[in-house]
């Protein structure tokens, strides 16, 4: 089965950068789908950017262009690099994989960003 898990979060300054990773097991090779989503406390989760196997990436607007996804399928790894983080960034930070229809998600990461 697969499996996805998250690391890398933690505290940051306003302005700092963090980068988050995801590693993912029990997939095949072939195409897939990768995406991170965020949910800050009392608020609903929202997507925040997507990757497919060939590269090609979206970025939600609140990200785009602070924000840059990757992924390496050799090492079956993602990660999503983070720049220019205010407070409003602050949030868990889950990492989501699917392929042939099934989804898998991670178990999340906290990001906090003080001002």
């Known amino acids: 089965q697969v499996q996805v898990v998250e690391s890398g979060g933690g505290l940051v300054q306003q302005g700092g950068s963090l980068n988050l990773s995801c590693i993912v097991s029990?997939?095949?090779?072939?195409?897939?789908?990768m995406s991170w989503h965020r949910q800050p406390p009392g608020k609903q989760r929202e997507w925040v950017a997507e990757i497919l196997s060939y590269g090609m990436t979206r970025y939600a607007e609140s990200v785009k262009g602070r924000f840059t996804i990757s992924r390496d399928d050799a090492k079956a790894t993602g990660v999503l690099k983070m720049n220019d983080l205010n407070p409003e960034d602050s949030a868990i930070y889950y990492c989501h994989f699917r392929q042939d229809g099934s989804d898998a998600w991670g178990q999340g990461t906290q990001v906090t960003v003080s001002s």
């Open positions: 029990g997939s095949r090779p072939g195409t897939s789908y």
